[in-house]
């Protein structure tokens, strides 16, 4: 994998360059729970909560077990309803591209997570309402990773999105953030990485309203859950599945089941679903 560091970052705030890493060389491995929707070829259903660890890293909390919804089990280190502490610096976003390699974003109010609650791009696409102490609040769309020092809590807001909040001119601010499940998302669209194939393929989710926990692809004999990449795609080595049925749940178990997906790399297809709001 390459990494970028592109210029603009502030210097000052004690953090990174804005930092987007490149795709991997295309061609070597690398509502409610309790409803169902059908819409075409994909259908949505509730799984099982499934129990998980709380994550143990220090900065970001843990949140108590009575704190944190039985339905959110597949959560990782950003759970709902958990208040955030930390600090909002920011970067030059530019077009909005960054590590969870989603392209160009269609607006700025964007993000870039700090390296331990990025969780191998277990962050990207996630919707957080940030709020400062001055009252003023934004919510933003996380496309990107902030790497060390960024510390855990801290978020490093896109220029735009910062302005929402503070003086640009002040560089640094205390703030607090929280998952959002927002209203706003049109449906999820499935892209396949470039150079994939039926021997070796990259899958991603794009649009989806809640973080995706996992997306495995059917099998001869059954569903595989494929590995996520920091660069945000699920893969399959060796091509099994490629371009057949995926199943992508999201942390509160929700699953969207997708009929077969044409196998056209770079290309971004609509799916017709989306999971329910929380």
């Known amino acids: 994998m390459v990494v970028t560091l592109l210029p603009g970052s502030r210097a000052d705030a004690g953090h990174h360059a804005d930092a987007s890493v490149a795709a991997a060389p295309a061609g070597v491995p690398s509502g409610s729970g309790s409803r169902a929707v059908t819409t075409g070829a994909a259908t949505a259903s509730a799984l099982p909560p499934i129990t998980s660890p709380a994550p143990s890293a220090t900065g970001t909390p843990a949140p108590p077990a009575a704190s944190t919804p039985r339905a959110a089990s597949l959560a990782g280190r950003i759970r709902p309803t958990v208040n ?3 600090v909002a610096t920011s970067y030059a976003a530019g077009d909005g591209q960054g590590s969870c390699l989603y392209g160009p974003s269609g607006d700025l109010m964007i993000a ?7 969780e191998s791009a277990k962050a990207c696409g996630a919707h957080v309402l940030v709020r400062a102490a001055s009252g003023a609040s934004i919510t933003v769309r996380i496309v990107n990773e902030c790497p060390l020092p960024c510390a855990p809590g801290q978020l490093d807001l896109s220029t735009q999105a910062f302005a929402e909040l503070a003086n640009p001119s002040l560089g640094r601010i205390p703030v607090s953030w929280t998952l959002l499940s927002p209203a706003e998302p049109d449906m999820i669209s499935i892209r396949y990485k470039a150079g994939s194939s039926r021997w070796w393929c990259g899958v991603q989710v794009i649009g989806h309203r809640n973080p995706v926990a996992r997306l495995e692809l059917r099998v001869a004999n059954g569903w595989r859950r494929l590995p996520r990449t920091d660069y ?16 992508v749940t999201d942390i509160y178990g929700e699953q969207l089941t997708i009929g077969k997906i044409a196998l056209k790399p770079d290309v971004a297809q609509p799916t017709g679903v989306q999971f329910s709001r929380r």
Request: aromatic share 16%; charged share 10%.
């Open 232 to 247: 945000n795609y699920f893969l399959s080595t060796d091509g099994s599945g490629c371009g057949g049925a995926i199943r």
């Open 84 to 86: 955030y502490q930390g």
């Open 112 to 118: 870039a997570m700090n390296h331990a609650d990025y």
